[in-house]
């Protein structure tokens, strides 16, 4: 079946704008992760969801970032008033949905803040 | 709390030669799982292994291998008779029971020549 898919692939933004970041996670998952990979500080997770709780938001670095997930299916992380330090690789991952269940992840969203 | 070192930023085989690679992991919790991503050049993290503290058997697939040593806190990744597809970065990731967020470690980029 298909995995976790992310949109868009390259995002070239400047300094100040807002951007949006899609998952969509494998077909049935019910939880959805949200990490952040920089040459600095590697891989650090941002935002989990699982199913209709309220998501954990304990990873995000800042108010300037936030996430939505509709219809316990597809996510858009967003990131206000973009600053150069957010470049990162933003990868989404899916699980089956029981805590350490594995993690599938997604090709990534190079995001570039200009 | 919980952390992961990958002690080693890069190594550098020739094709066919065995290569491992290093993981120590630090946990307080008695019931944990290990991982190992790999990521290619595409940037996509691809699933290894996944091994859960109370399975210390080690784990053969194909040319790969893994050895898990509770005693010494590391799950170590052995290539055998490495290829040029096996470049990329490997990760090795701690999840525990009482969490769900992947702790990863730095990573190891491997470099296979012909």
């Known amino acids: 079946g298909a995995g976790v898919s992310q949109s868009p692939s390259n995002k070239v933004t400047e300094k100040g704008k807002d951007v949006e970041l899609r998952c969509d996670p494998i077909s049935g998952h019910t939880a959805l992760y949200w990490y952040r990979q920089s040459l600095g500080q590697g891989l650090e997770f941002l935002i989990y969801f699982q199913g209709n709780s309220a998501p954990d938001k304990s990873g995000l670095p800042s108010d300037r970032f936030s996430a939505e997930r509709t219809g316990g299916s597809v996510s858009t992380l967003t990131i206000q008033r973009t600053q150069q330090e957010d470049s990162a690789v933003y990868l989404c991952?899916?699980?089956?949905?029981?805590?350490?269940?594995?993690?599938?992840f997604g090709p990534g969203t190079r995001l570039t803040v200009l | 709390a919980q952390k992961v070192t990958q002690a080693q930023t890069e190594i550098s085989v020739v094709e066919k030669e065995d290569v491992t690679l290093d993981c120590v992991y630090e946990?307080?919790?008695?019931?944990?799982?290990l991982f190992w991503y790999k990521q290619p050049p595409s940037g996509e993290l691809v699933f290894l292994i996944r091994?859960?503290?109370?399975?210390?058997q080690n784990e053969i697939s194909g040319r790969y291998s893994w050895n898990f040593q509770k005693s010494t806190s590391s799950f170590n990744f052995t290539i055998t008779a490495s290829q040029v597809v096996d470049s990329a970065v490997y990760f090795c990731a701690l999840d525990v029971n009482s969490g769900y967020a992947l702790n990863f470690g730095k990573g190891t980029s491997l470099l296979v020549t012909p």
């Open positions: 091994r859960n503290s109370f399975d210390e």
């Open positions: 991952a899916s699980s089956s949905g029981g805590l350490t269940d594995t993690q599938y």
């Open positions: 946990t307080r919790d008695t019931t944990y799982y």
